[in-house]
């Protein structure tokens, strides 16, 4: 009798039920986790300078929203300069024109290798270098004569300074996404009769997204977090109005907390979002039907 | 005689210091089906590549339908075209490359209308009444909103004949079409380039389906080194070589 007829006459076989392996490991490990983490909450909970009623105070205090929106509108601004110019600069990177190849290099290579503290420092005292702009012909008669003390306000020295160091960033993401394409898109674009602008357009970008899209979310959370540095060239945002309450009631940890709260709160929001993003550029990425 | 589809004469590229065509000869009428056979690195791919000028050649002439491809010739001089006039051009030739290439962010229907739409200016509606009709004539009706990773290959490469035919074009280049598909998918879209051919296209295919090239073509070319070895017939090239060189090949393909 073979051994095939052997297990056919009896039905499905009985359903292993061996004894597991011992793992002590885990067992340690998580009891580890469990005490450092009780231990953890129990001092956050029972500590009382931490002040917990203080943070529910101020959580929503008009000059707190105050600080947050402004940290929102620098966020948005900012990340809106870094994208536009990140194309730009990653387009005139692959540009077959040496000279506007290189000048975009030198740009992403200037804003890259300085600190956007120290840029935006700069940009609050551009006023000492230039204190008079003209807007007119090139070495010619200028039109308006703006003052640049009035001009660049704390808020507008914030947005161009993280704006511009971020379009040197957003320009290498771009262009690793731009070169993540595999290049027989671009021949069978032109084939059909695009232009180089269509074909970058329509078939090269929006493929190019899907890998631009997750290191921008990452750019999106990091510069919210990074406006707080604007708190230094006195830019009313979230940690600065912060600042400005523990100045007068000494109150330092739980407005620092306050500010958090809210940093945490949005930077979650982008995650979310992100995640839709990513789902929508995704498509045509998988076999599964949506 | 009429005009020929494709004229070249003496077409020399080179790579850099590599010369990868040493003068290409031939002459496509209207109508015809040309096979071009020959072993890989013999410039085949790259001479289809000159026809439609995503390459540029450094000497000799190329004329498609009796226009200089990529030049304007003005008294003895030679004028670059404008970007402008070279797409328009490409337009009206259809390209089928060996890997596809189709846009994978667009279904199947978006890929055939993505170019009628920005390049022609046709109508959404029209364009895709239409990119339907020619989808349903590769035979994939029931697949207008699938996504390239969703196809086979030979779907995949069905789509891809679909999305140059419509541009409507006057010559169709095609680029080892079944080189990278599984041997039972080869068949369907070797079916397809055959309903066309019947169909009168003008036809350039760049091939290792011997059994194809004997049974469609009008004119099988046998290119090595950078150079036309042998041309005429299906019957007499594949038939009766005369060329050490096509024997050498034949022996191993077949």
Redesign the interface.
């Known amino acids: 009798m073979s051994s095939s007829e052997a297990t056919s006459g009896s039905g499905p076989p009985e359903e292993i039920r061996a004894v597991p392996v011992r793992r002590p490991g885990r067992w340690i490990a998580a009891a580890i986790v469990v005490v450092v983490a009780a231990a953890l909450i129990r001092s956050v909970v029972t500590n009382p300078r931490f002040e917990w009623s203080v943070v529910g105070n101020y959580l929503f205090d008009q000059r707190i929203l105050e600080g947050l929106v402004v940290t929102i509108e620098l966020t948005v601004i900012a990340m809106a300069i870094g994208v536009v110019l990140g194309v730009l600069l990653a387009v005139m990177r692959v540009s077959s024109n040496p000279l506007v190849s290189r000048a975009s290099w030198l740009y992403i290579w200037f804003f890259r290798g300085t600190p956007v503290l120290v840029q935006l420092l700069f940009w609050y005292n551009i006023a000492a270098l230039y204190p008079k702009l003209g807007l007119g012909i090139p070495f010619g008669p200028a039109f308006v004569h703006p003052d640049v003390n009035t001009l660049i306000t704390a808020f507008r020295a914030a947005v161009l300074g993280l704006g511009l160091n971020e379009g040197a960033y957003m320009a290498e993401i771009v262009r690793a996404g731009m070169i993540s394409v595999?290049e027989?898109?671009a021949?069978?674009?032109?084939?059909?009769?695009?232009?180089?602008v269509?074909t970058m357009r329509?078939?090269v970008l929006?493929?190019a997204m899907r890998v631009i899209i997750p290191p921008t979310g990452n750019e999106t959370i990091s510069m919210l977090k990074t406006t707080s540095l604007a708190s230094v060239i006195a830019v009313t945002e979230l940690l600065y109005s912060a600042e400005q309450i523990f100045a007068v009631n000494y109150k330092t940890i739980p407005l620092l907390i306050t500010a958090s709260v809210w940093y945490i709160v949005c930077t979650s929001i982008l995650y979310v979002g992100q995640h839709h993003l990513e789902r929508y550029?995704g498509?045509?990425?998988?076999?599964e039907?949506r | 005689m009429s005009t020929p589809m494709v004229n070249a004469e003496s077409v020399h590229k080179r790579f850099g210091r590599q010369e990868v065509l040493k003068g290409i000869t031939l002459s496509v009428a209207p109508g015809e089906v040309m096979c071009l056979l020959g072993p890989s690195g013999s410039g085949k791919s790259t001479f289809l590549r000159c026809i439609n000028h995503l390459e540029k050649i450094q000497a000799g002439r190329l004329f498609v339908d009796g226009e200089l491809v990529g030049y304007r010739q003005v008294g003895e001089k030679l004028h670059e075209l404008h970007e402008r006039e070279v797409t328009h051009k490409r337009a009206e030739i259809g390209m089928v490359f060996q890997h596809f290439n189709l846009f994978p962010h667009m279904t199947a229907l978006g890929n055939v209308t993505c170019a009628p739409m920005c390049v022609k200016k046709i109508g959404r509606e029209q364009a895709r009444e239409r990119g339907a009709e020619l989808l349903g004539r590769v035979g994939l009706a029931d697949k207008l909103d699938a996504y390239p990773a969703q196809l086979s290959g030979g779907q995949q490469q069905r789509v891809a004949i679909a999305r140059a035919l419509a541009m409507e074009p006057k010559l169709m280049l095609f680029d080892e079409p079944t080189s990278a598909l599984d041997p039972e998918l080869v068949g369907e879209v070797l079916a397809v380039m055959k309903q066309l051919a019947g169909a009168g296209m003008t036809m350039i295919v760049v091939t290792h389906e011997i059994g194809f090239a004997r049974e469609v073509a009008d004119t099988v070319v046998f290119m090595d080194g950078g150079v036309v070895v042998e041309s005429g017939p299906p019957a007499d090239v594949l038939g009766n070589p005369r060329n050490e060189r096509t024997r050498a090949f034949l022996s191993k393909v077949l």
């Open positions: 595999d027989g898109q021949h069978a674009a032109q084939s059909l009769g695009m232009t180089r269509q329509r078939i929006p493929q550029f498509r045509g990425a998988t076999r039907v």
